[in-house]
């Protein structure tokens, strides 16, 4: 059981400044996020494109802002829980106890939602039957590449991880590549390597074809591609992959009792708590009258929630405004030495 | 303005005078109408207000930006009518336009 003031939901920009305030008032924290790593949206879908409205940033890339985040909070030793997703929250008596996918628990005063527009999930076939095969002969991530070995592996997708993967596991195994238009997404130097495989008849590129349904009894036998024009193609399969990015979904948030509209959860401005007690919202998934999605506006909910949680943190505390500036109890917390 | 008509999962028709100015996108969110989500609020980078474009319209509306296509390979079910909803930006030359939204948005 990790016990800790604050655990914050979501290490985006908004969740991570949020330990910056925490951590200057004092509070501890520690956050969870489903992704791999900090950066929730802006690492994983604009690392490399810049950003131009960060107060007094004229410009930066996601990557560069996540990485000043983690810069700004290293002195509160925040810790992260990745590839981990909140999936049950109790009340015991005035904290809460949450537990994660990957069975983590904590016991909190508080808890700040900052999970963006939810958690990133893969994108998966629109074709149902492939349901029924998930986790067994059809993946939309590679854990163990072993078992692919001598196998026939039908891969999906135009992007960098479909290329990576194609290239790879032709080394040990039938590949056929299966795409939905001639262009590719991925970067043109494995474009070139795949074609150049599919030239030497190391691998089977099939282009302007789409999943049409996928056979089988307790494994995958053979898949159906339709092409653009409509003629279908049945070919053998050992295994099905996917790689069509990913999705944001809310998932179990949507159980906890708060009030949810159009996927966003509704907060006061005071403090940006929600209809539930101890818990907040702040950042894309909160709204409010003029709430505007923007990373400024984020870190303006994050440090209001931050107090909004000293009271369930330290209920016989009084807490005092202060600024860093001058401050000799924030200086200490960051660590400053004069 | 323009009239755009959405023609949505659930077999009903939603045709609504948008601002020049806005996207298709905003104009389905702003007026409620079901199966866009937006979730990256426009930025093309999510494809989650994938929409089919009526066939006679592909022509007449503005080319792809290379960004775009790439994200449709992220979209539910893409076909050769697939567009982004948050890349066309609604005028006076849009009058008429129709859209079909998808039963998913992933």
Known sequence: MNKTDVLIIGAGPTGLFCAHQLGIIGLSCEIVDNLDKAGGQCIELYPDKPIYDIPAVPECTGEELTNNLLQQIKPFNVKFHLNERVEELKKVENRWNVKTSGGVEFDVAAIVIAGGVGSFEPRKFPVKECEKFEGDSLFYSIKDKSIFKDKTISIFGGGDSALDWAIELSNTSSVNLIHRRDGFSGAESSVQKVKELNDQGNLNLFTKYQMDSVSGDKQIETIKIKHDEGEIKEIKSDYVLGFFGLIMQLGPILDWGLNIDKKTVQVNTENFETNVQGIFAIGDICSYPGKLKLILSGFHEGALAARGCFKYAKPDEKLRFEFTTTSKAAQERLGIKK | ?106
């Open chain 2, 1 to 106: 303005m323009a009239k755009i008509t959405y023609h949505t999962y659930d077999n009903k028709t939603h045709s609504i005078d948008v601002q020049n100015g806005l996207t298709v996108m905003e104009g389905a969110i702003q007026n409620d109408i079901p199966g866009i989500d937006a979730d990256c609020g426009g930025g093309m980078a999510c494809a989650t207000c994938h929409v089919y474009v009526k066939e006679d319209w592909l022509d007449k509306l503005p080319n792809k930006e290379d960004g775009e296509e790439d994200m449709l390979d992220m979209a539910f079910e893409p076909k050769n009518n697939s567009r982004l909803s948050c890349q066309l930006i609604v005028s006076d030359e849009l009058d008429g336009l129709e859209v079909n939204i998808p039963s998913k948005q992933g």
